[in-house]
Nanobody, 117 residues
Framework: QAQLVESGGGLVQPGGSLRLSCEAS????????MSWYRQDPGKERDLVAT????????NYADSVKGRFTISRDNAKNTVYLQMTSLKPEDTAVYYC??????????WGKGTLVTVSS
């Protein structure tokens, strides 16, 4: 049974940094591209960053380009999101997922990031 567990969120001041982690289990992690998404209450979930399975190519939303870095450790079945120069508008619940799980409607619990002074 597939499972995604996000962690690393918290309260941080504007300009600060956080590193999110997402540990996957129950599927062949290394075979799938992984993405981070975020969602504000009452709004749709937005794609933040994606990393491919084999070559680790990355793509970012324009709003986070140059500030966020996605990476993965296939030996640990974990994907990371390093966030720097955080802004209040980055406040959201952050989720990781892969396309096939999202298509099945599965999402983890997410991790809350609050950027505030």
């Amino acid at each position: 049974q597939a499972q995604l567990v996000e962690s690393g969120g918290g309260l941080v001041q504007p300009g600060g940094s956080l590193r999110l982690s997402c540990e996957a289990s129950g599927f062949t992690f290394s075979a799938y591209a992984m993405s981070w998404y975020r969602q504000d209450p009452g709004k749709e979930r937005d794609l933040v960053a994606t990393i491919t399975s084999t070559f680790g190519r990355t793509n970012y939303a324009d709003s986070v380009k140059g500030r966020f870095t996605i990476s993965r450790d296939n030996a640990k079945n974990t994907v990371y999101l390093q966030m720097t120069s955080l802004k209040p508008e980055d406040t959201a619940v952050y989720y990781c997922n892969t396309q096939f799980l999202a298509g099945m409607g599965y999402w983890g619990k997410g991790t809350l990031v609050t950027v505030s002074s």
